[in-house]
């Protein structure tokens, strides 16, 4: 079994929808933010810019991340991406699937040019956290907080490029 990384195609949409769907509705409430990304990804997220991963294990997708200018557009004259809609296979979890997808994303982040990744989460998702941080995340507070369209986000990371 290889797991490989590869960027998005429409026919990859349904295994997004679904991965993300997954995670999200296994310990929160979709929300309309959520909505949007997943059912109008091709404006949302790939027509400002962005890009999405996905990872495959033997031809099926079984992971998913994307990277996007920021929805805060930050003043302090850098270049921004944001990592959202990070996704494993459940059953998968643990085999380096979500690793292999924020690599390709922090590696997409850098081909645009970003001087910095940010991200947001939850901390009782607290492998998705220490994934973040062994890839050099560092966690934000106070006054470097941005505004967030999510209710369940209550940790926010940075990775400076």
Known sequence: M??????????????????????????FTLEQSDRDQLENLETTILAPGGQI????????VVGTGAILPPHHEPQDGRK??????MAARKDLRGQGIGRAVLEALIAEGRSMAA??????TNNDLKAAIRLYERCGFQHLSGDD??????ARCNVQMVLEL
């Open 145 to 150: 907080l941005w505004p967030t369209p999510y």
């Open 53 to 60: 991963i996905v990872a495959e294990l033997d031809g099926q």
């Open 115 to 120: 001087d910095a990744i940010w991200l947001e």
């Open 2 to 27: 290889t797991l490989t990384t590869r960027r998005y195609t429409a026919a990859d949409k349904q295994a997004y929808i679904a991965l993300n769907l997954d995670w999200i509705e296994e310990s």
């Open 80 to 85: 921004w991406m944001e990592i959202v809609k």
